[in-house]
Nanobody, 124 residues
Framework: QVQLVESGGGLVQSGGSLRLSCTTS????????MGWFRQGPGKEREFVAA????????NYADSVKGRFTISRENAKNTVYLQMNSLKPEDTAVYYC????WGPGTENGGRYEAWGSGTQVIVTS
């Protein structure tokens, strides 16, 4: 099973940017759809963005459309989440997830591997 490690979280002011990275060790992500999810304080986990395994389509939550961009670099076994125009409501732990041969769905139940998360805090 692929093992995922997120990085790039931190503290940023409203309107700022961060780029999250998710890497694997030992296995390629080439055959996996990759997704980003988040869980804010006192909230349920929610879908943020996903990219299918063929790298031909992306999917975003309405709340992040136009601000966040998901991309993948299979040669580096890495998926990225570029987050611009951050808002305090984006504060959450962000998780990377992998779904083998997946379509890049918002359904978290499809994803078979998860990272341990990286914290993002956006101050007003």
């Amino acid at each position: 099973q692929v093992q995922l490690v997120e990085s790039g979280g931190g503290l940023v002011q409203s309107g700022g940017s961060l780029r999250l990275s998710c890497t694997t060790s030992g296995r390629t992500i080439r055959n996996y759809a990759m997704g980003w999810f988040r869980q804010g304080p006192g909230k349920e986990r929610e879908f943020v963005a996903a990219i299918n395994w063929t790298n031909s389509s992306t999917n975003y939550a309405d709340s992040v459309k136009g601000r966040f961009t998901i991309s993948r670099e299979n040669a580096k076994n890495t998926v990225y989440l570029q987050m611009n125009s951050l808002k305090p409501e984006d504060t959450a732990v962000y998780y990377c997830a992998a779904d083998r041969w997946g379509p890049g769905t918002e359904n978290g139940g499809r994803y078979e591997a998860w990272g341990s998360g990286t914290q993002v805090i956006v101050t007003s």
